[in-house]
């Protein structure tokens, strides 16, 4: 029965979608951190979604390939005072975009809230699959 | 007696498991909404409703199968699984994604209200034959 792939397919989306919350979360939560375990300063995590196939007859779904990192350099800030300052005063900062990743959740949230409402129709109907038999 | 209340039911059933089918289809596209070089699709419901229901006469279908090495009978396709077409794209993405959601929404509603009017239809199918069995009781 196809409507029931319909769960499983909407489900992927919504894991995919929350797992982009979480990095947007990370990246915000991490904008102002100049130093992490590695001595460097925090870089952006953003996820790489690839379409998946789900359930025998041909429904695609979406799955997290890899959560990469923004490679663009570092934001410099003047701060003499800073202990990891290098030698012009300058402490290299995270390079979060925050404009860039409260969108990013707008997007994240809104996409989740589609395909919970998909999810949501495919229950609808398959309840009123199942009534049938007591029509 | 049984084939013809099967021929009764028929028409519904197929509606019914091609629009399940394509309700499917189109939450794949929804659920790839952000993902990078999908491209959406969709199939032509008449056109798919109309071959199921001719054929099925001839009781075509693919056979379950295990293994790979499981033979088909020759010449037939799921009918119920009618070959998918991508989407003329409206808006070129950059990313290469082609879905539209405001077309992939409308058509999920579409979709999902028609389901429910095939599900009506069939219930009053149901009664109006039950109606028939049981007035023969009373």
């Known amino acids: 029965m196809s409507l029931f792939s319909t769960f499983d397919i909407s489900a992927s989306a919504m894991q995919a979608q929350s797992m982009r919350l979480n990095t947007v979360a990370s990246n915000l ?10 001595g460097q300063p925090y870089r952006a995590k953003q996820v790489v979604f690839q379409a998946t196939p789900i359930g025998p007859a041909g429904g695609v779904g979406v799955k997290v390939a890899q959560v990469v990192e923004d490679q663009t350099p570092p934001r410099l800030m003047y701060d003499p005072h800073n ?15 925050v ?37 | 007696m049984m084939s013809s209340l099967d021929s009764y039911f028929q028409t519904q059933e197929t509606a019914m498991k091609l629009r399940g ?7 794949s596209n929804i659920a790839n909404g952000d993902t990078p070089q999908y491209k959406a699709r969709d199939f032509d419901f008449s056109t798919a409703f109309k071959s199921a229901l001719s ?6 279908g693919t056979l379950a199968a295990t293994d790979a090495r499981h033979l088909q009978p020759q010449g037939t396709t799921d009918l119920f699984a009618p070959q998918l077409q991508y989407r003329s794209e409206v808006q070129p993405s950059i990313d290469g994604n082609t ?23 069939m219930q009053n199918r149901m009664s109006t034959m039950r109606t028939a069995l049981t007035s023969a009781s009373s």
Not at chain 1, 104 to 127: C, G, I
Request: charged share 15%.
């Open chain 1, 29 to 38: 939560a991490n904008a102002e951190s100049a130093t992490s375990s590695n």
């Open chain 1, 83 to 97: 202990p990891v300052a290098d030698a012009n005063g300058y402490v290299a900062m995270p390079n979060v975009n």
């Open chain 1, 99 to 135: 404009v860039e990743e409260m969108t990013n959740m707008l997007s994240a949230s809104r996409s989740y809230q589609t395909n919970a409402d998909v999810m949501n129709t495919a229950k609808t109907l398959l309840q009123r699959t199942l009534q049938l038999a007591t029509a």
């Open chain 2, 21 to 27: 089918y394509r309700q499917e289809v189109l939450s």
């Open chain 2, 55 to 60: 054929a099925s006469q001839v009781n075509a």
């Open chain 2, 99 to 121: 879905v539209d959601m405001n077309t992939e929404m409308r058509d999920f509603a579409d979709n999902t209200l028609r389901y429910e009017a095939s599900i009506t239809f």
